[in-house]
Structure formats: C-alpha cells, structure tokens
C-alpha cells in the first residue's frame, strides 16, 4: 500500500542551526501539507502546498520556514533558525487532489528536538 | 469550519464495538465529517469520512444522522490496537483552503 515516507525518523539539533526535515509523499498525489505536533498537543497545521506554491500557511509559518519540492518526488520543510519551542513531531501529508471529498494521508512524523 | 465536541476519553472491552460520538450541530450542507485517529505519536491515520449517507469500509462504519448535526464511529470488534485518540473533523474546501483541523479528540481505551 502506498504510504508518505519522511526522514529522519528523529533529528536533533543545536540551537540557531538549520534543519531540513524531508517527505517523499505518494506517487499520484498533487497536495502536499506539513502539520507539527508539540508533546501532550493537539496536531497544528502549519502549511500547504500545490503547484509549487504555498496554498495556505497559519501563523505559525513565519519567515524561518519555508517549504520546496526539489525535485519530482519529494517535498522538504526546512526551518532556517531552530528555536526550543521548535521542538515537535512534524509530519507531513499528502492528498490526490484538492478538496473535502479526498482524504489526506500522513507520514509517521520527523521528531525534532532542539537542544 | 464547523466545530466538533466529543468526549475527552472513553473505554471500551476488547471484542466488543466501540461506538465514538461526535456533534457537529454548525455543520454545513458542503461540509464533510472525517475520522481520523492517531495511535501513540505516530502520524494520523485516516479511517472514513461522508457527506450524509452512512458509510463503511474495512475499518469503520461512520453513522451520520439525518439532520447530520452528529455522527458516530463504529469500530466493530474492537482490538487493544485499537486504542488510540481519534479526531472528529468536519472539512469543507473553500477558496484555497482545505487544511484538515485537528481538535483533542477522544482518547479510546480498549481493555482486555
């Protein structure tokens, strides 16, 4: 069955250092999204993607995230300036097409800590 | 979006059905309701979703009522596997938003 792959499994990193965080989503799928989950919260979306644009982003995209697909298969977060508070699950998603009668599916998560 | 209330935990013995609830009462006539659910910290994994018309597949049935103001998730024999925090969303495409919204969910506890 596909599936959305990402790696690392985990990643750890020093404060202010750059990370990249990477997804191969399914083969077919069109849109892509990454959500980030803080210990003990709830799932937080952060960004969608599509067409190589962002589509939408919350408040919590600021300037040090940005979002890429570098190529035909994979699709990157990279966070330009690691703060603590960056410290989370983040997984990312993808979807066949773009609407509420199509379901989103999510790879296992990146856990980042932020040393 | 609509909003979702559904129980902060429930529980449920092994091999019997687990019969989540949710309410929805601003749901809207384009928005759909969807299950997912998220075991330990692993990614959400999605279970069914409808309109109005109940629906099955080969993990769920999903019960919507007429007024489609609530719905509930029938996982039929329940497995410890089972046991997971499962989210309720309702989700409509409007413009160039279609991001799925995650609510805290209800923690399911499956005993043996």
């Known amino acids: 069955e596909p599936e959305v792959t990402q790696t690392p499994s985990h990643q750890v990193t020093q404060m202010g250092q750059e990370v990249i965080l990477r997804c191969v989503p399914i083969?077919?799928?069109?849109?892509f999204y990454w959500y980030r989950q803080i210990l003990g919260q709830k799932v937080e979306f952060l960004v969608s993607f599509y067409n190589n644009e962002i589509s939408e982003k919350s408040e919590i995209f600021d300037d040090q995230f940005s979002v890429e697909r570098p190529d035909g298969s994979n699709f990157t977060l990279k966070i330009r300036s690691t703060k603590l508070e960056d410290s989370a699950m983040y997984f990312c998603?993808?979807?066949?097409?773009?609407?509420?009668?199509?379901?989103?599916?999510f790879g296992q998560g990146t856990r980042l800590t932020v040393v | 979006d609509a909003k979702t209330t559904q129980p902060t935990s429930m529980d449920c013995a092994e091999g019997r059905a687990a019969n989540l609830p949710c309410n929805h009462s601003t749901i809207s006539g384009n928005e759909y309701v969807y299950w997912y659910r998220q075991i330990h910290s692993q990614g959400p994994q999605y279970i069914i979703h409808g309109l109005k018309n109940n629906e099955t597949n080969e993990m769920a049935s999903l019960i919507i009522t007429e007024d489609r103001k609530s719905s509930t998730l029938i996982l039929p024999h329940a497995t410890l596997r089972d046991t997971a925090v499962y989210y309720c969303i309702v989700r409509v495409a409007k413009n160039r938003d279609d991001k799925i919204i995650f609510g805290k969910g209800t923690r399911l506890h499956i005993l043996p």
């Open positions: 998603a993808s979807s066949e097409i773009r609407g509420p009668n199509t379901e989103a599916f």
């Open positions: 083969s077919n799928h069109l849109y």
